[in-house]
């Protein structure tokens, strides 16, 4: 479960995890690997960047960031570690911002399924002004597109495979529903709406 994009600590974090569970089942990837977001709310827009690009090959063009003056800068995968099994991403109303370009990128690739609710919209990055009595201005700088050349502001992600609010708030189910779906996809079945 992934709450918020920390700069620093939510890329190390996973990757300490998934090498956990590598070494205890003492196998190749670990997988299908299934990522909770349907709360997390934002944080650093770059470790959102950075993750995804654990997933994508090195130099896969992750996005882009337009800012207000119309200078639109590349994002790119870097290169280094990279993870191959199966993923699946939890999403509803409460998945925004860089939750989303996460989650967005995976989506555009094909990386990712996702599963659950429509995510918030909110496909842009703030930065942050101290002023001189303390206080702080919060303005919008850019805005994220995603690889497909779309952005999610003010329309969410619409998930691979949608849930109803009753099932999006039942981890068990959900988790259950994400390893058939990647079950079904190594089967090279037609997908089957959960019963």
């Given amino acids: 479960r992934l709450r918020e994009f920390v700069p620093g600590i939510t890329l190390p974090a996973l990757v300490a995890t998934l090498d956990f569970e590598r070494q205890t089942h003492r196998q190749g990837d670990v997988g299908p690997l299934v990522i909770d977001l349907r709360d997390a709310t934002g944080g650093d827009l770059y470790e959102a960047f950075d993750l995804a690009g654990l997933f994508l090959p090195a130099g896969t063009h992750l996005g882009s960031l337009r800012a ?8 790119r995968a870097t290169g280094g570690r990279k993870f191959a099994m199966p993923l699946v991403l939890l999403v509803g109303p409460d998945t925004a911002s860089a939750a989303e370009v996460f989650a967005g990128v995976l989506q555009s690739h094909g990386r990712a399924r996702l599963l659950g609710r429509q995510t918030y919209g909110k496909c842009s990055s703030q930065t942050d002004a ?54 079904l996809d190594r089967d090279g079945a037609e997908d089957a709406p959960i019963q």
């Fill in 68 to 75: 207000r003056e119309g200078v639109v800068r590349e994002v």
């Fill in 130 to 183: 101290r002023l001189s009595d303390g206080s702080v201005l919060r303005y919008t700088n850019r805005e994220v597109v995603l690889p497909d050349g779309k952005s999610c502001s003010n329309v969410g992600l619409m998930p691979d495979h949608e849930a109803t609010p009753q099932l999006l708030s039942d981890l068990s189910s959900l988790a259950a529903w994400a390893r058939d779906l990647v079950e």
